[in-house]
């Protein structure tokens, strides 16, 4: 019997023997052990599988750590820049109004100027 199955990307073919099976004998011996042995070689494939998949998973865990970890940090810096950014604009508000101020007084000023220079 052949089988055809894909393994990692690459299609494999395996050939597998079937006992042969006497009418007083049952099966072969050479075949028995031969079936233990593909037997077994598909266990140690089958934990060599899980194995890596474990190795898969914990790689994993560790990259979705350190996303969260940067995540945080972003957060953080990103609350930072606000309050700075709030910071900023009540600066940017108050200059503005000591220049509104300023403008008033100097206009306030060349009136009272004006008005004297007038009078005399």
Do not use: W, Y
Not at 4 to 31: E, F, Y
Not at 39 to 68: G, I, P, S
């Amino acid at each position: 019997i052949t089988q055809r199955a894909q393994v990692n990307g690459q299609k494999v073919q395996k050939s597998v023997k079937l006992p042969r099976i006497d009418s007083a004998k049952g099966v072969d011996v050479i075949t028995q052990s031969s079936q233990s042995t593909e037997l077994l070689l598909a266990n140690q494939q089958m934990t060599d599988v899980q194995q890596r998949l474990e190795a898969k998973k914990m790689e994993f865990n560790e990259l979705m750590a350190k996303c969260k970890e940067k995540e945080e940090a972003l957060g953080l810096k990103q609350a930072k820049l606000a309050q700075e950014g709030g910071k900023f604009e009540i600066f940017v508000k108050e200059n503005q109004a000591k220049k509104q101020r300023a403008l008033r007084r100097k206009q306030e000023e060349e009136q009272i100027r004006l008005q004297k220079e007038e009078e005399a």
